[in-house]
């Protein structure tokens, strides 16, 4: 779900502008799973924009006073949300952690980076939603360690099924500042793409394990 349309249309905007996200429906990229796709998207680069990165850790942090109540800590995926994590959490005056894919292999092999109690409210930052896998690792350890996993809070999600219902099955809320079907409205409204790129895009969208370049 996202937070409303218009952060929806101006954080794609944003988003396109500095590069964050971009679209190649005829020369497509290659992610690391294998898929073609004509979209690629790295939102660490908000990191270097502070006028940009501010915004979207304003907006954030807005919507996680007005709809999670009381939070206790601030969680970010590792490593692509701790940066934005790391901001909002001191937007809000709360303490922050993250969460890495994997134990560490030495030292005290955390998992979770950070000071946390058993039974705090925490809400989940994530920069990227594709299948949702990564992400509902995180919230999974974060049960593990007995803490209350409000939701979770995304810059941008493609919107796949896939990642619906792997949503609804761990009974996780997620809410996107922007995703894939308002970015492609922006798109065609900014002239960043055509009407013929948007169906090939759309297309992608509907079947991106099986899409080819058209």
Same mark, same amino acid.
């Given at each position: ?9 101006? !954080? ?6 500095? /590069?964050?996200? #971009? ?8 992610? &690391? ?8 998207? *790295?939102? @660490? ?8 990165? /501010? ?14 109540? #009381? ?18 959490? *001191? ?11 994997? $134990? ?33 690792? &995180?919230?999974? $350890?974060? /049960? ?5 996993? #409000? ?14 219902? /792997?949503?609804? !099955? ?18 065609? *409204? ?8 948007? @169906? ?15």
């Amino acid at each position: 779900m996202i937070f409303n349309k218009e952060t929806a249309k101006k !954080t794609a905007e944003v988003l396109l502008q500095i /590069n964050a996200i #971009k679209l190649q429906p005829d020369e497509p990229f290659t992610w &690391a799973s294998g898929w073609k796709s004509p979209i690629y998207c *790295d939102n @660490r680069i908000v990191l270097s924009y502070p006028l940009i990165r /501010n915004y979207i850790r304003e907006i954030m942090a807005r919507h996680i006073e007005a709809h999670y109540g #009381k939070i206790d800590v601030i969680a970010g995926v590792a490593t692509g949300a701790i940066g934005i994590g790391a901001l909002v959490a *001191d937007y809000l005056n709360l303490p922050f952690v993250y969460v890495r894919p994997e $134990a560490k292999k030495h030292g005290r092999q955390n998992k979770i980076e950070g000071y946390i109690e058993h039974g705090q409210n925490v809400v989940v930052v994530e920069d990227l939603i594709s299948t949702g896998k990564s992400s509902l690792n &995180a919230v999974a $350890a974060l /049960n593990e360690a007995n803490v209350n996993v #409000k939701g979770m809070v995304a810059i941008f999600s493609y919107g796949f099924d896939v990642a619906n219902t /792997n949503f609804k !099955t761990a009974e996780v809320g997620l809410h996107t500042l922007s995703n894939y079907e308002n970015l492609l409205e922006q798109a065609l *409204d900014t002239n960043y793409i055509n009407r013929e790129q948007q @169906r090939v895009l759309a297309n992608w969208n509907a079947n991106p394990s099986n899409w080819s370049a058209e």
